[in-house]
């Protein structure tokens, strides 16, 4: 499969066309979005106390404004990406970057709970609609061959958020208050917003009808591939949820220690992001199958060394590089093979994202409820990964699978003058044999390419 297969569009007379030429500051300006994103989805959870005792209200109810940020990451993916397919994706990200400030801005002056509950979901609103016009502008600047690496390079910015941006806003919100933290945060969209003006072409594309963007969504290619992100990264967060007493519990971890290796964690995500990336450049479809598979391997690698501290902070580090190694490869193949511009589509792979979320802690959860122990909460992370490759193979599959070949042998005929000049073509007698074999072994037809580097590559 060949990376992201929009063309570029033209740009706008009032775009510099260096904007065009070096994209290394758009990309920068996504990736400073996607950080303040990533920043501000997972700080509630390390400030639920505070934010508990000044509302007056108990830590479980503030834990609602957790889910009230991932439905509105729901509502806003598909109702404002399908709301924007005619504007600009310049003036798009910006419009984004100004509801997520507005967001935090009512989140940080709440005087209540409900206005903190109403700020969490219009910061959501912004959060799916963001990172899928975002991956479609990164596939379209990229060269060649290279819209993976640039998906993973603005993708970055989200895991290097766990890195740096959740701990020291946590720290922020634990020392100068919690409303100081997300005004911090806020003030990064602003800064978003205008780096996204300054470096983002302003593209005038030509419009896809919302119809047909719709009718992408269930082509079998983008909801095979839609099925692979929501069931095989699901295997991450059934093991990610519980994480902290993992540590703890069988490792042996102190709780002030959890922190630190959540750090090292967060290392690993990154550089199984940028990895990821460059691997899908050259092995696009062998990055979604076998990055999977590797998933699964990783949660029983972390099955059998989390007994000792070492091993654990070893397992769980090669569990963050491939759970994220995986991510470029899916997005980048979900706008790939939607045949419009791509952004209903992407949109729709963040939703997914965060449908794996709530069905790998959800069947993380049903295990642990039945008695099993934490250790099983990796077996079915391992099994919801190998799922989730199994899905993408069979995307594979059919999309290179026998009638392939038959449609290759009859252009063959078609283009050669009948049997004298295959008997004098001695290359063609081996391509007629070698397709021939192609037809009769389809499951041969998609390990050749899953090994086969892309062309572009």
Do not use: K
């Not at 794996?356 to 250790?375: E, H, I, P, T, Y």
Request: glycine share 12%.
């Amino acid at each position: 499969m060949e990376a992201a297969q929009h063309a570029p569009t033209p740009l706008s007379s009032t775009t510099p066309s260096s904007a065009a030429a070096r994209p290394g500051p758009a990309l920068l300006a996504l990736a400073i979005g996607a950080f303040a994103i990533g920043s501000t989805e997972f700080l509630m959870m390390g400030l639920l106390p505070q934010v508990a005792a000044d509302l007056r209200v108990s830590v479980p109810a503030v834990g609602y404004a957790i889910s009230a940020y991932a439905v509105g990451v729901v509502v806003g993916a598909p109702t404002l990406t399908a709301l924007s397919t005619r504007f600009p994706h310049q003036r798009v990200l910006t419009g984004l970057m100004a509801l997520f400030v507005a967001g935090h801005a009512v989140t940080a002056l709440a005087p209540g709970y409900e206005g903190l509950l109403a700020g969490r979901f219009l910061t959501g609103l912004a959060h799916g609609s963001f990172f899928g016009v975002a991956a479609v502008v990164a596939s379209r600047l990229a060269a060649p061959g290279r819209a993976a690496s640039a998906i993973s390079r603005v993708f970055t910015g989200l895991t290097v958020a766990q890195v740096l941006g959740v701990p020291f806003g946590t720290m922020l919100g634990q020392g100068a208050g919690w409303r100081w933290a997300f005004a911090a945060i806020g003030s990064l969209g602003v800064v978003t917003a205008l780096a996204v003006l300054r470096w983002v072409p302003l593209r005038r594309d030509t419009a896809t009808p919302l119809r047909r963007e719709m009718a992408d969504l269930v082509r079998p290619q983008v909801l095979l591939t839609l099925g692979a992100t929501a069931v095989g990264t699901g295997g991450l967060f059934a093991v990610y949820s519980y994480v902290a007493p993992i540590l703890t519990d069988l490792a042996g971890f102190s709780a002030a220690a959890v922190a630190w290796v959540l750090v090292v964690y967060g290392v690993g995500t990154v550089a199984g992001t940028l990895l990821g990336g460059r691997t899908a450049d050259r092995y696009p479809e062998g990055a979604v199958v076998l990055g999977l598979l590797g998933l699964g391997a990783a949660c029983l690698l972390l099955l059998v060394l989390s007994g000792s501290r070492a091993g654990a902070v070893v397992a769980l580090v090669a569990f963050a590089v491939v759970a994220f190694f995986v991510g470029p490869a899916l997005m980048n193949r979900t706008i790939s093979v939607a045949p419009g511009s791509g952004l209903m589509a992407s949109a729709f792979n963040q939703a997914a994202f965060n449908a794996a979320n709530a069905l790998g802690a959800a069947a993380g959860a049903q295990v642990l409820a039945a008695g099993f122990g934490l250790r099983a909460t990796m077996v079915v992370g391992a099994a919801l990964a190998v799922a989730g490759s199994a899905i993408a193979l069979l995307a594979v599959v059919l999309r290179h699978g026998a009638p392939q070949p038959a449609a290759r042998l009859a252009g063959l005929a078609r283009t050669r003058a009948g049997r004298r000049a295959v008997e004098h073509e001695p290359s063609l007698v081996l391509e007629a044999l070698r397709l021939a074999g192609e037809a009769g072994a389809t499951s041969s037809v998609a390990a050749v390419r899953l090994s086969e580097p892309s062309p572009r590559g």
